[in-house]
């Protein structure tokens, strides 16, 4: 008789609406993390390929010139080894979590240590990316009282995708931020 008035259907169509929800979610978050990967990974192969070479008149000797070859490498500044060594951690965990996501969904504290490795990652590339835009600026405007002078007016090019590498890690930064509030909210519905 429930069937026929149709309160068990009703039932049944509730029950699987947050059902539907979670099924969303989960690809929401699947492809958030292939934007994540892309993004930090991304990141740390431009910047670990960043290698700029100049070479500059620095003396006359009678009819001689003599030529001084300065070279911008990213290993040359520890915050950039850093900022790959962020990225790259960020991107490698979520190919691992998306990897063990499949074989492990059904168990809620593998869900919860997630959750909290998403926030650590999310930390790891935000200061990866806000060390490396540091020397970024210092580079671009030097320090006067300092006595640093600029390098981005001869290196142009290191700079360059330098930048590049900088704005790619603050997108990837911004997609963990992303995931970890969506993440947040698809737990109420699994």
């Known amino acids: 008789m429930a069937i026929e008035n ?3 259907a009703e039932t049944v169509l ?4 947050p059902n539907k929800r979670y099924k969303w979610m989960k690809i929401v978050l699947l492809l958030l993390r292939l934007a994540i990967i892309m993004s930090t990974l991304t990141a740390a192969l431009v910047m670990g390929s960043n290698k700029q070479s100049i070479s500059r008149a620095v003396a006359i000797v009678g009819t001689t010139t003599i030529f001084q070859t300065y070279t911008a490498n990213f290993h040359q500044i520890p915050a950039f080894v850093f ?3 962020a990225n790259a951690i960020g991107g490698f965990y979520n190919l691992v979590a998306i ?8 168990w809620k504290a593998f869900h919860v240590g997630m959750k909290l490795m998403d926030l650590a990652i999310f930390a790891l590339v935000a200061t990866g990316a806000a060390a490396a835009t540091s020397m970024a600026e210092l580079g671009k405007n030097g320090n006067f009282s300092a006595r640093w002078s600029p390098i981005c007016d001869r290196f ?5 995708r ?4 900088i704005v790619a890690s603050l997108i990837g930064a911004l ?8 993440s947040a909210i698809s737990y109420l519905y699994s």
């Not at 990897?99 to 059904?106: K, M, P, V």
């Not at 330098?162 to 590498?165: D, I, K, M, R, T």
């Open 175 to 182: 997609l963990l931020m992303i995931l970890n509030a969506v």
């Open 6 to 8: 149709g309160t068990k």
């Open 162 to 165: 330098g930048g590049l590498a």
């Open 99 to 106: 990897a063990l996501g499949f074989s492990f969904s059904h």
């Open 14 to 17: 509730q029950m699987t609406e």
């Open 156 to 160: 142009g090019q290191f700079c360059v």
């Open 83 to 85: 900022f790959i060594v």
